[in-house]
């Protein structure tokens, strides 16, 4: 079956640290570039972070870049996103979503049912 299972979401407090994971199975895991989009309460989709197929490639969205890193072991197929200094403002369901090209310019045309990151004192 082709999918993406998140895993790792939960309570931290502010300044905390979180690791989430994203599990890819069904498809060539390491010819594809992903992502990690995120959904606040009440608000849109908001992109979040991007790494190509091997890795040697990363981008961020603005207020993430610095304490969040994205990282992928293409070995375990899994997609990786630590964040760290964790904000109120962090707080959203985390979706990880495979891009249609290596290079992480394309569509997204694989979505993962998101895991809840929730920052709170």
């Known amino acids: 079956e082709v999918q993406l299972v998140e895993s790792g979401g939960g309570l931290a407090q502010p300044g905390g640290s979180l690791r989430l994971s994203c599990a890819a199975s069904?498809?060539?895991?390491?010819?594809?570039?992903m992502s990690w989009v995120r959904q606040a309460p009440g608000k849109g989709l908001e992109w979040v972070s991007a790494?190509?197929?091997?890795?040697?490639?990363?981008n961020y969205a603005k207020s993430m870049k610095g304490r969040f890193t994205i990282s992928r072991d293409n070995a375990k197929n899994t997609l990786y996103l630590q964040m760290n200094s964790l904000k109120s403002e962090d707080t959203a369901v985390y979706y990880c979503?495979?891009?249609?090209?290596?290079?992480?310019?394309?569509?997204?045309?694989?979505w993962g049912q998101g895991t809840q990151v929730t920052v709170s004192s």
């Open positions: 069904g498809f060539t895991f390491d010819d594809y570039a």
């Open positions: 979503a495979k891009v249609s090209t290596p290079s992480a310019y394309g569509t997204y045309d694989l």
């Open positions: 790494i190509t197929w091997n890795g040697g490639s990363t």
